[in-house]
């Protein structure tokens, strides 16, 4: 019993390991904007998180699986992904004096 339950932690430790190895994290991601002459911060969702990996890594099945965030700043302009245009578009804050979350960090993963 004690070495089926030995073979059944290493073949866990051996799966999750081959899983980590699959991810890479990009630190201060940026995209190009249409509307936009240089790179911009990327704006924190799901949607743009998860079409920044699919482009950086060139595979569709890729996800994003873990992000940090840290505040734009008020009269700003940042990166959001149009789904609908499937390109970039530059989003302004305003100035409404809080906190815009931005990616500091987005790990991607193959799914």
Partial sequence: ????????MM????A????AAEQVTYKYPTKAASGSSYAKY???????????????RGNSNDRIVAGEMLCGE???SYAEFD??????QVKSTGSKNQCYPVFK???CSHR
């Fill in 83 to 88: 789904p609908v245009s499937q390109t970039w």
């Fill in 16 to 19: 999750s390991g081959a899983f």
């Fill in 74 to 76: 008020d009269e700003s």
């Fill in 11 to 14: 073949t866990g430790m051996i």
């Fill in 1 to 8: 019993m004690k070495t089926l339950i030995a073979g059944v």
């Fill in 105 to 107: 960090e987005i790990t």
């Fill in 42 to 56: 990327i704006f924190v969702s799901a949607t743009n998180g998860t079409q920044f990996c699919k482009e950086m």
